[in-house]
């Protein structure tokens, strides 16, 4: 868990917003909606390891 | 081997922002070919009915008038003359002409060619008229799709290319 990872996923959400406005603006709503899924998705593939090690972790306190 | 990363990614940057800056130009560029092709056959009309030049010659001083695509077209259109009748000459001439117009504008300046060189100078002229105004109208739909669409697909080039640089850094 680096700080990189943290500021990677801030700048992401921040320009995928910038994208949505951009692209509701200019009147194409469905594809705002693509890119705002598209960006999340990305930036679950990013996290996954973080949560596996998360419920790993929950597993070994809690000795499930 | 930092540097070459930082190196490719500064490229994928510039990359994506210069492809969105080229769709962008591709609307600004059809505003402007419409309007070059107005002018141009404005010319052509005022020519035919003052003067009695022959359409191939008329054809060459508008082609020397105009910038570069559309005085292709003309050029062509001019020489292809030569072998061929007028209306054919000028179809042939459009085939394979490179400007940025829509498929729409260009069958309708093929319309053209059916008058071309084989009726009298008022039916051309008066052609030219209703080729004129229908030009008129795509201008003004062009001119609104461009207001739309030139910023727009400037942002998303540079915002893709931002994307993509930080989810590789």
């Known amino acids: 868990m680096d700080i990189n990872l943290l500021f990677k996923i801030a700048a992401i959400g921040i320009l995928v917003a910038v994208l949505h406005q951009v692209l509701v603006r200019a009147g194409r709503e469905d594809q705002a909606m693509m890119t705002t899924l598209a960006g999340l998705v990305i930036v679950l593939t990013m996290v996954i390891k973080e949560i596996s090690t998360l419920f790993e972790t929950v597993r070994t306190v809690f000795g499930l | 081997m930092q540097i070459i990363k930082y190196l490719m990614l500064v490229i994928i940057l510039i990359f994506c922002t210069y492809i969105g800056?080229?769709?962008?130009?591709?609307?600004?560029?059809?505003?402007?070919?419409?309007?070059?092709?107005?002018?141009?056959?404005?010319?052509?009309?005022?020519?035919?009915?003052?003067?009695?030049?022959?359409?191939?010659?008329?054809?060459?001083?508008?082609?020397?008038?105009?910038?570069?695509?559309?005085?292709?077209?003309?050029?062509?259109?001019?020489?292809?003359?030569?072998?061929?009748?007028?209306?054919?000459?000028?179809?042939?001439?459009?085939?394979?002409?490179?400007?940025?117009?829509?498929?729409?504008?260009?069958?309708?300046?093929?319309?053209?060619?059916?008058?071309?060189?084989?009726?009298?100078?008022?039916?051309?002229?008066?052609?030219?008229?209703?080729?004129?105004?229908?030009?008129?109208?795509?201008?003004?739909?062009?001119?609104?799709?461009?207001?739309?669409?030139?910023?727009?697909?400037?942002?998303l080039g540079i915002t893709v290319g931002l994307v993509i640089t930080i989810i590789l850094f």
């Open chain 2, 21 to 155: 800056i080229l769709i962008s130009q591709r609307y600004s560029n059809r505003v402007k070919d419409l309007k070059e092709m107005k002018t141009a056959l404005n010319i052509f009309s005022t020519k035919v009915k003052l003067t009695y030049e022959p359409i191939p010659q008329i054809f060459k001083e508008i082609s020397k008038k105009m910038k570069k695509e559309i005085s292709d077209i003309f050029m062509k259109a001019s020489s292809n003359m030569e072998y061929m009748q007028a209306g054919d000459a000028w179809i042939k001439s459009l085939e394979v002409s490179n400007t940025n117009m829509n498929k729409d504008d260009i069958e309708v300046l093929k319309g053209l060619s059916n008058l071309l060189g084989k009726v009298d100078i008022e039916g051309q002229v008066s052609e030219i008229e209703l080729i004129d105004t229908f030009l008129n109208s795509q201008i003004e739909k062009a001119e609104e799709e461009r207001k739309k669409n030139e910023k727009m697909y400037k942002t």
